[in-house]
């Protein structure tokens, strides 16, 4: 009971967003319910150079993998200690938005 009421005071004292900008495309993370939120609009504007890890606070990193061939671009989601990112990757189309979430391990009996 003490490890869900410490989670619980954690999500509660996050910050309620953050964004990051990816050569045009946005990935934010909400934080201001249960489970957190990560959404990802992808702009048509990503090229090689914004491959790499993005810090988006609370703990939360994103690593984004653009598609050299004009397709999908893909974002993976590495949660804090003590949570699940579900999916943990998304692939989204060229001038679409994808949604990752982030749960509490508990909430999911890991």
Known sequence: MIKQLTLIAALAA????????????????????APWVVDFR?????AEADN??????SGVTVQFRWNALGGADEIS??????????????????????RIHIFPAHMLGV
Do not use: C, W
Not at 14 to 33: F, Q, R, Y
Not at 52 to 57: E, H, I, Q, R, S
């Open 14 to 33: 996050s910050p309620a967003a953050a964004d990051v900008t990816i050569g045009g495309s946005t990935v934010t993370l909400d934080t201001s319910g």
């Open 42 to 46: 992808n702009a048509p504007t990503n």
């Open 52 to 57: 790499g890890t993005y810090d988006l606070g």
């Open 77 to 98: 989601v590495t949660p804090p200690s003590g949570y699940v990112a579900v999916p943990m990757s998304i692939a989204i189309e060229e001038g679409s938005a994808g």
